[in-house]
């Protein structure tokens, strides 16, 4: 309510929710949504008159899945979003301008989409100097020749341009060094081993995380995995189970959450981020010994993306600034990002998503339908821990 009384807008992520639980939630004052991923739902929440953002970034991909829902009547209420987009990504596509070419290329008219870029979207958000082109608005404008590929030649702001043909005029670029130690040093774990990482089953039936590609929602499944002669888990490439674990990594509790992948697709080797929804733990996933080499390489740089086969680091992308960000330019980072593209492909990951960023929200307890947090494996439909272990999972434990 305190947000409502300073006339601030409220951001929605409505995932899973029944037509019922959206009246209750549009009723507390939310009115957006960016987690629908089929065109019912989306149809839906334009009837009750909210305000739909259409996702399309590096792991979810529900930009075509939604158009059918966009219609000449509904177009008003829908505008794009990229949320996650990584850096190679935005370097060979774009960001909005990307979303704002596909509808195009779906055949919905140029002038909609723009439309939903525009002044839908200062709309929505109550930016009213904003979203068109008329007197007594902001001067911000792209130029372009063609409507139908959108492709940006000149950029102005405040009446002023700042880029043409891809590069910055007129704009001064500050270069940022962040001295502060604490915003360098924040990768606190301890010291780990391959026990660290032994998940130990009374029985073969095990609770899993299935990933569904190019999508935030993961399958809560159950099915048989291997086991050796004393109850642990072994990897299963050809099942495509494998391990992965959460480590707490700011304050150094030394917990560690263990569970079962399916899906993610590597055949060797290990991949850990800190870039870890919300909380940005170090996130990993593979073999016992990879894992923990990798893990030691993310402690030796602070933080970043890492890719370990054999013991040995095959590719890596440092991200010492709080473990989220780089202390180098951006082409040095879209160089740094394609090393690991080619080193992915050496350990066998899926090459139909991006595994990083895919791997990052397996730890955000709070879209369906199962997540992994530093507390064990987390079902988000009863909101609380569940065990690896199926035969225990009606043992309700700790909650979230």
Do not use: W
């Amino acid at each position: 309510m305190h947000t409502k009384t300073k006339k601030k807008k409220i951001d929605g992520h409505v995932t899973g929710l029944t037509a019922q639980q959206l009246n209750v939630y549009m009723a507390a004052g939310i009115h957006t949504d960016h987690e629908c991923i089929t065109a019912t739902e989306a149809r839906e929440r334009l009837r009750k008159g909210m305000y739909l953002m259409l996702l399309e970034g590096t792991v979810a991909k529900d930009l075509r899945n939604l158009l059918p829902a966009v219609t000449e009547r509904s177009s008003r209420r829908c505008l794009f979003v990229t949320d996650d987009r990584h850096l190679d990504d935005l370097v060979a596509e774009g960001s909005i301008d990307h979303n704002v070419r596909v509808p195009i290329e779906e055949d919905i008219p140029a002038m909609t989409a723009i439309q939903m870029t525009t002044i839908n979207a200062a709309e929505c958000f109550g930016l009213s100097e904003h979203g068109a082109i008329a007197p007594g608005n902001k001067a911000d404008l792209l130029l372009f020749e063609d409507l139908n590929s959108i492709q940006i030649q000149s950029v102005f702001k405040d009446g002023k341009l700042i880029a043409k043909d891809g590069q910055l005029v007129n704009f001064p670029v500050i270069p940022i060094h962040p001295n502060e130690e604490e915003l360098k040093q924040t990768v606190h774990i301890q010291e780990l081993s391959d026990s660290d990482f032994i998940i130990k089953l009374r029985d073969t039936l095990a609770n899993l995380i299935e990933i569904t590609p190019n999508s935030l929602i993961t399958k809560h499944i159950i099915e048989p995995v291997t086991l050796d002669q004393n109850g642990l888990f072994q990897l299963s490439p050809s099942k495509d189970q494998i391990k992965l674990a959460v480590i707490e990594r700011h304050r150094m509790t030394k917990q560690i959450g263990l569970g079962i992948v399916k899906g993610l697709g590597l055949q060797s080797g290990a991949i850990a981020t800190t870039v870890s929804h919300d909380s940005h733990n170090l996130t990993i996933a593979g073999n016992d010994f990879d894992m923990l080499v990798a893990a030691e390489e993310i402690k030796k740089m602070q933080g970043g993306l890492v890719i370990v086969q054999d013991g040995k680091t095959l590719a890596s992308l440092p991200l010492p600034i709080a473990g989220l960000m780089s202390a180098t330019t951006y082409s040095e980072v879209v160089h740094l990002l394609k090393e690991i593209d080619i080193a992915l492909l050496k350990i066998g990951a899926n090459r139909y998503f991006n595994p990083f960023l895919t791997l990052a929200f397996l730890a955000l307890p709070v879209i369906p339908e199962i997540k992994l947090t530093a507390q064990g494996l987390f079902l988000v439909s009863s909101f609380h821990h569940i065990p690896i272990d199926a035969s225990l999972s009606n043992r309700k434990t700790e909650t979230f």
